[in-house]
């Protein structure tokens, strides 16, 4: 049985810091492409960020990118991400997913197993 935790959301201000982490469990992370994506109230669920397993690729959208990283520790099977610069517009649900994708598709879509997400919010 796969489960994916997420931890580490939080309240915080504008230009702070945060890391989520995402324990695995069922999965072996460093086989599956792992993802973040967030759900801002009102809005879907977007794309964030993402490791693939083969090469160590990572992905990021654009509204992210030079702010946050993703990265992973195979020892404890967990994946990070580490969020600077925090902005209002960062407050969402963050939920982290894993994908087994032997093929090498894309890193942005077709995710099998979620976690339940964590709260982040960025004050002004």
């Known amino acids: 049985q796969v489960q994916l935790v997420e931890s580490g959301g939080g309240l915080v201000q504008a230009g702070e810091s945060l890391r989520l982490s995402c324990a695995a469990s069922?999965?072996?992370?460093?086989?599956?492409?792992m993802g973040w994506f967030r759900q801002a109230p009102g809005k879907e669920r977007v794309f964030v960020a993402a490791?693939?397993?083969?090469?160590?690729?990572?992905y990021y959208a654009g509204s992210v990118k030079g702010r946050f990283t993703i990265s992973r520790d195979n020892a404890k099977n967990t994946v990070y991400l580490q969020m600077n610069s925090l902005k209002p517009e960062d407050t969402a649900v963050y939920y982290c997913?894993?994908?087994?994708?032997?093929?090498?598709?894309?890193?942005?879509?077709?995710?099998?197993?979620w976690g339940q997400g964590t709260q982040v919010t960025v004050s002004s």
């Open positions: 069922g999965v072996i992370i460093s086989r599956y492409t």
């Open positions: 490791l693939t397993w083969s090469s160590g690729t990572t």
């Open positions: 997913a894993a994908k087994w994708d032997p093929a090498g598709g894309s890193a942005y879509s077709g995710y099998a197993y």
